[in-house]
């Protein structure tokens, strides 16, 4: 098992700083918890520029992920900002040839 926290939209990324040095995963909610196929919130691009700093400055061993409204349209921006695990559902589940979709999706995330 790996300790881990996750964070909605609205939770500000600075109320889980004082638990990263016994957690080693935070999942960022790019959208609202509930349902599949929602937009992705591009306010949420904040808390990883402010969590991967965070985690750097400290010399943390915390892997950062993102779940919701995750894309072709933006996941290759989010994994050169320090996102390293990505939940997607709708953007492959969407398609009717999902390899492809997956493949591509895994080489924009390199």
Same mark, same amino acid.
């Given at each position: 098992?790996?300790?881990?926290?996750?964070?909605?939209?609205?939770?500000?990324?600075?109320?889980?700083?004082?638990?990263? @040095?016994? %957690?080693?995963?935070?999942?960022?909610?790019? $959208?609202?918890?509930?349902?599949? &196929?929602? #937009?992705?919130?591009?306010?949420?691009?904040?808390?990883?520029?402010?969590?991967?700093?965070?985690?750097?400055?400290?010399?943390?061993?915390?892997?950062?992920?993102?779940?919701?409204?995750?894309?072709? @349209?933006? %996941?290759?921006?989010?994994?050169?900002?320090? $996102?390293?695990?990505?939940?997607? &559902?709708? #953007?492959?589940?969407?398609?009717?040839?999902?390899?492809?979709?997956?493949?591509?999706?895994?080489?924009?995330?390199?």
């Amino acid at each position: 098992m790996i300790p881990s926290i996750a964070i909605n939209p609205k939770t500000p990324v600075e109320k889980i700083f004082p638990f990263l @040095d016994i %957690i080693h995963h935070v999942l960022i909610m790019s $959208v609202e918890p509930g349902f599949s &196929g929602q #937009a992705f919130l591009p306010e949420v691009v904040d808390k990883v520029d402010t969590l991967v700093s965070y985690v750097q400055m400290r010399g943390l061993k915390c892997t950062v992920a993102m779940d919701g409204g995750i894309s072709q @349209d933006n %996941i290759a921006m989010l994994a050169k900002k320090g $996102v390293q695990d990505f939940g997607v &559902g709708s #953007a492959i589940f969407s398609k009717p040839d999902k390899v492809a979709v997956l493949k591509n999706l895994y080489e924009l995330a390199q």
